[in-house]
């Protein structure tokens, strides 16, 4: 059931499985040409994990990472762009640190998994996402670290949801027994980006085989509304599945809208049954610096606050799509999930075209929070090629973030 990684494809046809090869064997390449740059891309802040060169055509995306019980750090991370193959399969690295983040070692690939997480469950480790881009929804149990993986070969191995899909490395959360992750519907004659996004949930008892599809049970799914928020609502997409302090599961999405310089969250209910989503406008969208980008909540017991990482715009960018402004973190917390306090800027540049943070995944660890970013940045083989498309996957640490509860900026 378990295989190892290999570069071997297995295409719909001939000619898709040459363009998967040639396209593994390019990141290859580039991935072992950049470990040559490591030592000297000295300006990009945090510890490189990953970097793949601009003029490969190829970026890194949706930065995964887990903390194991050992201790050990997973990391995984997918390539999208023109030249990745996205569209055909799916292709995502995986990573191990055994020194808290200092060091990474690259330890597989798997051919057929894209906008994953990673999240440790009853003693394995799983990979949750689509196998491609707009793809059915998978996923693979590895009790090696993250070396070998099965392979989602049908609804008895790990292929749940059938059709396209969408999703990124968004939040697996445990409530009333059952395990509860947020994804989007793409199926929708709306074909065009974010407007074909549906609202949904997926869950799993704790104790069922997380591989079989009749496991995971889905709710019904809410399709983009051209009216909400007055008209300039896109798109709403990358949900956290979240328990709110009065005990009750919502979904909470980032929302792609046209006005500028206001930003969103919406909160989606899900019913007690977990069979049914629901959203009334005029209540449920919340203002919220950060929120046309991808974001990650979770819930922390030891302070009882709501912690996130995500992109602050800045008054001088307010002219600017919100969306398209990622060039500073901020760490963030909340006691209901609405009203939140900026504690530290946390990497910050000035060069809003070029540079970027995004996409942030992380983890309490101790009093520490660790976290990758999907980081646009510059590199001595010409930079990325824009803020989004990024060139590396970097490692962070937050020390005693519990701290900088009394710290409040901005």
């Known amino acids: 059931m378990f295989a190892s990684a290999n570069l071997s494809a297995e295409g719909r046809n001939d000619n898709n499985m040459r363009i998967l090869f040639l396209a593994v064997m390019s990141l290859m390449m580039a991935t072992s040409c950049s470990n040559l740059l490591h030592p000297e891309s000295k300006k990009v802040p945090g510890v490189v994990v990953s970097h793949v060169p601009a003029s490969t055509n190829t970026y890194i995306g949706s930065p995964a990472i887990v903390v194991m019980p050992n201790g050990h750090y997973v990391a995984s991370h997918d390539y999208f762009g023109p030249a990745s193959g996205e569209w055909e399969k799916g292709l995502t690295a995986i990573y191990l640190s055994k020194d808290k983040g200092l060091t990474w070692k690259k330890i597989s690939t798997i051919q057929g998994q894209f906008w994953s997480n990673l999240f440790f469950h009853k003693g394995s480790l ?7 881009h707009h793809g059915n929804l998978v996923i693979r149990r590895s009790d090696d670290e993250g070396k070998t993986w099965s392979s989602p070969t049908d609804n008895q191995h790990g292929l749940l949801l059938t059709g396209e899909y969408h999703t990124a490395p968004v939040p697996v959360v445990e ?10 519907n793409a199926t929708s004659p709306l074909k065009e980006w974010g407007k074909r996004y549906s609202a949904m949930v997926v869950s799993a008892a704790v104790d069922s085989d997380l591989l079989l599809a009749e496991s995971w049970k889905p709710t019904t799914s809410l399709p983009y509304n051209a009216n909400y928020l007055n008209g300039q609502f896109y798109a709403w997409l990358e949900g956290n599945a979240v328990v709110t302090p009065d005990k009750k599961l919502v979904d909470i999405l980032r929302v792609d809208a ?9 909160q989606v209910e899900v019913s007690d049954d977990g069979a049914s989503v629901s959203f009334e406008p005029s209540r449920d969208f919340f203002e919220f610096s950060g929120g046309a980008k991808k974001f990650t909540i ?14 602050f715009t800045e008054k001088a ?15 963030k917390s909340s006691t209901n ?9 946390l990497l910050k540049s000035d060069n809003v075209k070029q540079h970027g ?13 660790i976290f990758l970013s999907r980081t646009a940045y510059d590199d001595d083989a010409g930079g990325a090629q824009n803020y989004h498309d990024s ?3 970097t490692f962070h640490r937050i020390k005693n973030y519990p701290l900088l509860i009394s710290q409040s900026i901005f």
């Open 357 to 369: 943070f995004q996409y942030v995944d992380w983890q309490f660890d101790g009093s520490d929070i």
């Open 126 to 132: 799983y990979i949750m996402g689509t196998w491609k």
């Open 298 to 311: 979770r819930f922390d017991p030891v302070s009882k606050r709501y912690w996130t990482l995500s992109n």
């Open 175 to 184: 409530y009333k027994g059952r395990l509860w992750r947020a994804i989007e």
């Open 317 to 331: 960018y307010a002219n600017e799509v919100p969306s398209k402004v990622r060039n500073m973190l901020v760490l």
């Open 337 to 345: 999930l609405h009203d939140w306090v900026i504690h530290k800027v």
């Open 391 to 393: 060139n590396f996957l």
């Open 258 to 266: 046209l006005e500028k310089g206001r930003e969103w969250m919406a």
